[in-house]
Each structure stands twice: as C-alpha cells, then as structure tokens.
C-alpha cells in the first residue's frame, strides 16, 4: 500500500470533498481517499492505492472535479 499526500484548493464544501473523492475513487488502484476540507483555502487529501500513482493521473482526477492541485 502506498500513501500519497496532495493539497487541493478551491474547495469549500461537502459537495467539494464528495466531488474530489469520487473523482480520485475512479483511479485505477486507490482503495481510500480521505479529505482534510479547509474552506476556501488549501485542503489535505490522503490516497491509499495499491502502487505509486502517476502525477498526470491525479491532476487529471482533480481537474476533472473541477478543482486545482496547490503548491
């Protein structure tokens, strides 16, 4: 198992948080996510997958949720 820490910002909301989760869910290889919502600002999210995940992969997920990866 493998952990993979990102900061997402732009998310303010449950909506937000079900949103990100549900995007990053449908990787190939993740088993958890788990978001850390800090509103208006930059959130946490934790991903538990089977292997490394690629970084396009992710950001794809993220983008596609309509949010962006922060620094």
Known sequence: ???TNIKVSGMTCGHCVSAVNQELSAVAGV???AVEL???GVSVVTITSDSELSDDA??????EAG???AD
Not at 58 to 63: F, H, K, M
């Open 1 to 3: 198992m493998t952990t």
């Open 38 to 40: 800090v509103p208006g």
């Open 58 to 63: 992710v950001s794809a997920a993220i983008d």
């Open 67 to 69: 949010y962006e990866l």
């Open 31 to 33: 088993s958890a996510v």
